[in-house]
């Protein structure tokens, strides 16, 4: 079993900053990703930010320029600093990582950026 545990989001002005970190423990071998997504109510879930055992990175367009995801293979945790945060920012945020095929989420954290 592995346990992903979430930390960091609340409620922020917009402009403001949030970092949220997340934790796997348990029966981990080699995380191969670890990432964020996010589901807004009606709409479909995105991929935030990824990155991969290889430093791979990758951030869906409308975050480019706000959000740095890092990672910190000892402690098996990854970060995701979120800048400039805007309104439309505003939903649960799901850390996920990925062992050989398996795919593994935390509980999910709330983002909220007031106007």
């Known amino acids: 079993q592995v346990q992903l545990v979430e930390s960091g989001g609340g409620l922020v002005q917009a402009g403001g900053s949030l970092r949220l970190s997340c934790s796997a423990s348990g029966s981990i071998s080699s995380i191969n990703a670890m990432g964020w997504y996010r589901q807004a109510p009606g709409k479909q879930r995105e991929l935030v930010a990824s990155?991969?055992?290889?430093?791979?990175?990758n951030y869906e367009d409308s975050v480019k320029g706000r959000f740095t995801i890092s990672g910190d293979n000892a402690k098996n945790t990854v970060y995701l600093q979120m800048n400039s945060l805007k309104p439309e920012d505003t939903t649960v945020y799901y850390c996920?990582?990925?062992?050989?095929?398996?795919?593994?989420w935390g509980q999910g954290t709330q983002v909220t950026v007031s106007s």
């Open positions: 990155i991969t055992d290889g430093g791979n990175i």
């Open positions: 996920y990582a990925r062992i050989t095929r398996y795919m593994y």
